[in-house]
């Protein structure tokens, strides 16, 4: 019976002498968690305090913002399942296999993320430019790691997923900061050239909305079958670009109207001989 009761009293000794050891470690793991994201929220905070005075590009923050904090992060749980007793390789395998299983699951998403931190990186816009790509035409408000949004002209919110975007051709019309519009226009042959050239650069001058510098331009296009083709080249700012290409058009046909200069029309020579 002595021996029993030993052998009890050892076994209780050993489970209560492990509790003890297991819960001061598990009380010192929930302190170094609850100080870790504490230090961590200052850290990043600081970054992003740093960022602003040195005017990190607002574009490319949030994402170097996100990469730090889960850096970070995985850093502070790695240290912790050291202090409960866990092995660290043991617990970097683990992250791995999870990461790995992640990465199979989403396949097409990995191939959109790729393609945002690329764009986020190299930047061949950034938000508030004026592009095309992908059959959308508008400003960029947002570019995510996964997805751009684009505002069009029609107040359409167009979501382009990032890997379409770097696999097609990106036009950037803000990147010069002016566009230049081509408005081909139209008189008959035998009229007066360069008058029409004068009247359509009158219309371009008094315009509010096109650019001084660059000059515009009015040159002739073409020779076309009905009439010379000419061309008016006006630069504009981005945010102007369909008050020119509308309302631009509309004053130079009607100073043109005004000036009696008539559309081309369809014409024939026929030549008659007598037999």
Not at 64 to 78: A, D, E, P, Q, R
Not at 187 to 204: H, N, P, S
Not at 244 to 249: G, N
């Amino acid at each position: 019976m002595g021996t029993i009761s030993e052998s009890l009293s050892t076994f209780y000794d050993t489970i209560a002498e492990g509790i003890g050891d297991w819960g001061l470690k598990l009380i010192g793991a929930l302190a170094a968690l609850i100080i870790g994201f504490w230090i961590i929220r200052m850290i990043m905070k600081a970054i992003g305090k740093a960022f602003e005075t040195r005017h990190v590009d607002e574009t490319l923050r949030p994402f170097l913002l996100t990469v730090i904090g889960f850096i970070l992060k995985l850093v502070l749980l790695i240290s912790i399942a050291g202090i409960v007793g866990i092995p660290t390789a043991s617990f970097a395998a683990l992250i791995a296999g999870i990461g790995i299983a992640i990465g199979a699951a989403f396949n097409g998403s990995l191939g959109h993320l790729a393609s945002g931190v690329m764009l986020l990186i190299f930047r061949p816009f950034k938000v508030g430019d004026l592009i095309k790509t992908n059959d959308a035409f508008g400003f960029v408000k947002e570019i995510s790691v996964f997805v751009t949004v684009i505002e069009t002209f029609q107040n359409e919110t167009v979501i382009v997923p990032n890997g379409a975007i770097t696999a097609n051709k990106i036009t950037n019309l803000t990147k010069i900061g002016n566009l230049r519009i081509d408005m081909p226009f139209g008189i008959q042959y035998g009229t007066d050239i360069q008058k029409a050239r004068d009247i359509v650069a009158e219309v371009l001058k008094n315009d509010k909305n096109v650019l001084a510098e660059p000059a515009p331009r009015v040159a002739v296009n073409n020779l076309g079958t009905n009439g010379v083709e000419l061309l008016a080249m006006p630069y504009v700012d981005c945010n102007n670009y369909w008050d020119v290409y509308w309302d631009t058009r509309q004053k130079i046909v009607e100073a043109l109207g005004a000036a009696k200069y008539d559309a081309p029309f369809a014409q024939r020579i026929v030549t008659m001989k007598q037999l």
